[in-house]
């Protein structure tokens, strides 16, 4: 069973960077798709970017596309999230999420193994 480990979260002002970090212990990364999400207050959960196993296949909502990236390190077992441009309302818990697939799951009923989450605040 995977287990996922966020980090890399906090305080950072409009316009600036962030990235986050995924790290996944119990299992090869190799199998695992990768999701990350975020949820603002008040707000559901939403998906905003996932990357496939194998293909390397990558997927970004609308929202931050060509803003954020997302890219894995199977030899460090680590999928990350270089957020860029990062705006306040992109403050939310930052989760990543792994799944053993050949797809790229968008949605979250998708993934079985979830992380803890990380806070990042993005100040006005």
């Known amino acids: 069973q995977a287990q996922l480990v966020e980090s890399g979260g906090g305080l950072v002002q409009s316009g600036g960077s962030m990235k986050l970090s995924c790290a996944v212990s119990g299992y090869n990364l190799d199998y695992y798709a990768i999701g990350w999400f975020r949820q603002a207050p008040g707000k559901e959960r939403e998906g905003i970017s996932c990357i496939s196993s194998a293909d390397g296949k990558i997927y970004y909502t609308d929202s931050v596309k060509g803003r954020f990236t997302i890219s894995r390190d199977n030899a460090k077992n680590t999928v990350y999230l270089q957020m860029m441009s990062l705006k306040p309302e992109d403050t939310a818990v930052y989760y990543c999420?792994?799944?053993?697939?050949?797809?790229?799951?968008?949605?979250?009923?998708?993934?079985?193994?979830w992380g803890q989450g990380t806070q990042v605040t993005v100040s006005s």
């Open positions: 999420a792994a799944q053993v697939t050949l797809l790229v799951p968008t949605t979250e009923r998708s993934y079985d193994y």
